[in-house]
């Protein structure tokens, strides 16, 4: 089996993979990433780089992933379709590849509404699912949307992003064929708090064979505080946080709340690694990436 990254061949093995998350910061400070680079490198198999997260302008997802490479971590560039029309995405992918990136998360990207600049047009000329079977053309047949024959095709590891707690929840798994049939190789999933509708989704994609055409990723945050646990699921789209979670954060004392946090993280690492149809977890340590060795090293997961 042909396989396109280091990711994608640890997945192949039937290993259970990590992976982590790098937001570029606002600025062009290169030692923002190396700083970032230190903490991660060692722990995790391959590393997100958000693009332009929040619509809020940071460095590009594709010059912070050439960073990475160049220290020998494997990105998952990710790449949304909100600021670019089919040309620059195919440019961009192209240009990508050439730098050694071979994973791609394929998003819709935030509303600009929400970011530092709502005032900014969107583009949105084709949707998250067109932006995976692009990709999966240019990198399968070797030619671009127009039907250009490519010199050197971009062979990249395909992947999307699933969120198990949107409503309508009938519709989640039905969203999560699509995106296969698209041509996804795998997919990291929203934030799990609420484990019971993660084992029914996971159950449904179970039944539905899904599981059987690509990988899944479950993933987790690690909260800071109690107030981070209702802001999350008061003001983030798409999030569930359960009260008996928020109450046990609020339960603890304030200096203890990281600990607790933590604490919750590695037991639904724990759940996930029981889980049939789960091959391994995307930990997104928001701005705390000195957390993930501790997550890792104590998941047992090194």
Not at 47 to 70: E, F, G, P, Y
């Amino acid at each position: 089996m042909k396989t396109y990254s280091q990711l994608h061949e640890k997945l192949s093995r039937g290993e259970f993979a990590i992976t982590g998350e790098c937001g570029p910061p606002r600025g062009a400070n290169k030692e923002v990433i190396d700083k970032k680079i230190k903490l991660l490198k060692g722990f995790v198999d391959a590393v997100n780089v958000t693009d332009n997260q929040t619509a809020i302008v940071r460095m590009s997802s594709i010059a912070a992933s050439a960073h990475l490479v160049a220290a020998g971590l494997e990105p998952v560039m990710q790449m949304v379709v909100r600021d670019r029309n089919r040309i620059a995405i195919q440019s961009d992918i192209m240009g990508a590849y050439s730098l050694g990136i071979k994973n791609i998360l394929c998003l819709s990207g935030d509303h600009q509404k929400f970011g530092s600049q709502p005032e900014a047009r969107n583009v949105f000329d084709i949707d998250s699912v067109n932006l995976i079977r692009t990709v999966r053309n240019m990198r399968d047949t070797g030619k671009d949307m127009s039907g250009f024959d490519l010199d050197v095709a971009p062979q990249m590891f395909i992947g999307a992003a699933a969120n198990p707690f949107a409503d309508p929840f009938e519709y989640r798994v039905i969203r999560l064929g699509k995106k296969f049939d698209a041509g996804a190789d795998f997919v990291q999933t929203q934030c799990i708090y609420n484990m019971g509708r993660f084992k029914e989704w996971i159950r449904l994609a179970n039944e539905e064979g899904l599981t059987q055409k690509g990988y899944i990723l479950g993933g987790v945050t690690p909260l800071r505080s109690a107030g981070m646990a209702r802001y999350m699921n008061k003001k983030v789209a798409g999030m569930d946080v359960p009260e008996e979670i928020i109450k046990r954060m609020d339960g603890v004392e304030k200096k203890c709340q990281a600990d607790e946090g933590i604490k919750i993280c590695l037991e639904t690492i724990e759940a996930l690694k029981e889980l049939t149809g789960v091959h391994g977890v995307h930990i997104m340590a928001i701005e705390w990436e000195d957390a993930v060795a501790r997550i890792v090293e104590q998941a047992g997961l090194n």
